[in-house]
């Protein structure tokens, strides 16, 4: 690619958006063209989030989604479920390419959408996407029109569950995706349940066995595997800000060591690192990045090994994973204004 | 019982000795005759602890084992693994009864015990221990001379999973046990590791399939279940004070479901509380106080039950629960001294 | 007082609500004859706030203003200011009294009032409340059909400024009032900038020299100084759950001691705790209490004393303190219902 | 400058040290030639911090402070105060620049140092050194072969207060700075008093009147005052891991806005974000940075400003201000390397 990326941001003002924009605003090839916020429409960007002040003057506009595309290369779009669809097939139809940090792509199967989210307001698109995880996806993702970003819960376990299941390791018991997450994942909404006052000091899990992002790992899984397979998924609200800690437990169709599995799976991607055999990932080391952090161990009493990632569910979960699929698009380099180191502490 | 309970706290500036202190000076049958410190020996309990100040002017005192009994109907001992077993030996030979809030007598097998923790240093009275939860083991606590508190991870995991396994219906597949624990549970002693800074926006499994725990959760589940069962137990380091959540998921012996079960095994018990079937705990409604809240929901797909418990690690997981052992042993009512209300928020 | 209190609640789940319900649901002379709650009527108390299970089975009702009275002694207003001047005035004339926790009836002054918050429903009756600091103001509270409850921010101002005032030490400087507290003092109400991730890892000052309590602390501060005085206030909103830690900068009239002074005033109190002078205060030592802790230091080079006050804002600073008063005005101990000692860690 | 700055950091695994390490690994006219580190020598940094994973494989040296400015250009020095003095010598010594963060070199007057830190190892040194906040002593840095990093509370106060003293606008009365920090500030020390479960849900002042940043605030005062003058600091203990708070109460000499002096100090520093009158700072939009927020409002019934500042304690309290000295030392653009925008939420 030559030259800088033209980019635009519809839904600038949610937790995942103004993610998207701190990447964006920073990233050596792109250059942010347009940002959207129904919210603060007319309003700077850093009058909303002063963290933004002397970095920018961007002015947020309201959405219109058959303007979005004018003069950009490619649009994000960090819109609810169900509102996005429409407007990512009118950038797509205005010949711009589209990284959708919704869900409304991420699903194969209309039946499923239907089951999980309601009628789908573009089922003949659905097709079109590729589901971008880049390091399962790099090739699909480099020639797509329109990426569908992943959930962040889905990334964080399909890290884990992945390499097993590509290489057809997957034992026949239940599969435990045990997940934590900080409580940016459920957004910005005003809502009295997540206030600071009842998330502190606290915990809890909510939506056992009926998460949304259980068919989007389900699906994954099954292609990786080539068979049909289902998790049992119960995530987790943490008082914390950023993060997701998946715990999985992975049984294990014979007595194998990991080791050489994830590492031939991941040694030479720059963004996952393998702590090792009994080191164990916490989710401050990923906060702000890209990154995928892994730790694991086999118990084998029961053949199950457990699998340990952390990920930062804005970051890799959402904003920075959207990024590098931009720069897998646009083939520039794929750590392009992705190279924040976590601040610790 | 006629008269006042007379009781000596070892260890009493611990984080599980001040809880016991905080309960036991305002329970209505008992009197605090003797606590000891070592580090803050001959200081007044609420110049170490301020917010004693206005309710005792209790001086703390050097631990002696041998005159910790005089005066005294029971001990509690909350001191470190290995160094409890000496006084709680000194104790009963003194004549008064014990619970042991330490590891020293929780497992029955010493064998075990010398994998987990080192040589027992008293082997011979490893027999006359009662693993003291009441709600399992109410009549032989009220006999026993020593009641071996047990740790705050098994009270969370057996809670969950003893009546599926005292009913035969626990399947054949992995029992995992994930669980997440407060920070106090790690004690007070000044260690890098547990700094605000280390611990805050933060989460990391640790001691996977080693944590000492572990054999205790075995030793009373294979119990409940008439046969061996080995759990797959994975903890969990929260920035919260207080609370373990624990998430089991029990593998079921056929389809049933859980709600008769748990009713049956808990209805009648005035600390645990059956929130219902899809409907889960949260730590923060147990924090301060002696109750269990449970959850549960089966995912039918893979003959499951999630069955998720929540205690306070220092209450029901520590000090509390020894409390409620004290009043079975002495006959008081099972609920005086541990009447708190979760302050919530 | 023969017998027992019968008390009624308005405005029952709101976090000055709910904190009420959980001091008086185990005091010892009181019984909860009713409480209401319009986001909640028509459900179970331990529905909403799980932390209830097992204490009570009490049933939220639609708050009727001209009932609340029915077969009640005494009646907690816990409702918005404005709204709850109505229903104060309906319980006085059906002849039952009143602890108000809003604003309504802290004022003494019908045009400062207005100022600050609006036209007054009922100038008519400023007149016939107390300010219900029971330490500076208990033979008037004995007497009282309406106590106004004081702010969370006043009630930890006065107890650093009154002593200074009345005895006529206050110098002629600025006095500055800092202040920090948790977010509950904000209330439940669904905000964005209250969510956890707005509130965490975070502390900025607001509506610095223009908060509500403002007029309160004057007010009073003058009454005691037999002066017109008023304060420098800065609020700042902390990442913590409950608590106000209040750091007064009191100028001296003269080179005094102040330990006399404060001891003079408070050593006598059981729920005020003098530290000491160079032994400040935490707001953890008195979580769920009604406890009020001081610490002080004199800076001779600027004759400014500096004095610290923790509270808790639910606590002493809301409900117990109404809770107190009620003691007071119904002849029962003091501290009845009132002898939490906080929770620490 | 051409080419590339080799730096060495000394003490490079306590927080300060740690953050210097990540912004010099990322700075694109910096390369890290050594790091240093007694506790973990020998070890990789991204085995101690495993946020460091993929970005180096920086080993850790022990100290040898002959050797630190072997190949070095400049030396940044992260160790205790005392300790660090001798190290610092020996760099000038050998011909390297030196950057201290420890207060070493930070009171120009060896009698002041005495009684606040003990007998100083090198006094006569004491005069070499530049006391570095770049927009106050911009000329001075450039030219310095010894730059005294500020104390992080210093940092906050001076900001808010030199414009003042400059323009001769302080009135007579105590100038009060309310201070509230992080707990990263107290270092990573393994103490009781810094544990999570004793800083959480918690927040107190300590040192009042005794802290060691008070003689640096009121030399620096006093020097843009041209005059003596003294504040009264009090400094607090607050639950997040990074971020200081400063509300400092500046008595006025005049009626006067303060915007017209404010603006003409800082609307050309890129660093330096004036948010308005009455629009105050929070600590969570500087978090990572090397930004100062302020905001003020006057109080004219006190002819007072009330003017708060926000910075991050470890960025431009410490590692961020020491990289910016660098940039200015070196020549190179005064925010190489330091163009993070915090990450919010």
Known sequence: MAGTIRVAVA?????????????????PHAAVVRATSEQYAGKRLDHVYA????????????????????????AFTALPHGAAATTVVAVLDAGARVVD????????DVETFRRWYGEHPAPDRLGDA????????????RGARLVANPGCYPTGALFALVPFARAGLLGSGPIVVDA???????????????????????IHPYAVGR?????????????AAGERRAVIFVPHLL????????????PLASDVDPEPLLRSAYDHERFVQLLGAETFPDVRDVRGTNDVHI????????????????????GRGAAAQAVQSMNVMFGVDESAGLDDIAAVP
Chains 1, 2, 3, 4 share one sequence.
């Open 211 to 223: 998460h949304r992002h259980t068919p989007e790992i389900d699906q994954e899984l099954s292609l």
């Open 51 to 74: 963290s933004f002040r002397g970095r920018t003057d961007l002015l947020l506009e309201p959405l219109r989604a058959e303007r979005l595309a004018d003069g950009v290369d490619v």
């Open 180 to 202: 934590k997450s900080g409580a940016s994942g459920a957004g910005r909404a005003a809502k009295t349940d997540l206030l600071f006052c009842e998330v502190e000091e606290s």
């Open 101 to 108: 940090l919704s869900a409304d792509f991420r699903l194969r």
């Open 295 to 314: 730790g694991w161990t086999v118990l084998a009493h029961e053949r199950t090994a457990v699998v340990v990632t952390a990920i930062d569910n804005l």
């Open 11 to 27: 839904g600038g003002t949610g937790y995942g958006g103004v993610e998207l924009l701190r990447l964006l605003l920073r990233h």
């Open 239 to 250: 008082p914390i800000r950023r993060g997701i800690l998946t715990t999985a437990y992975v």
């Open 130 to 141: 590729v589901y971008g995880i880049p390091e399962f996806a790099r090739e699909r993702i």
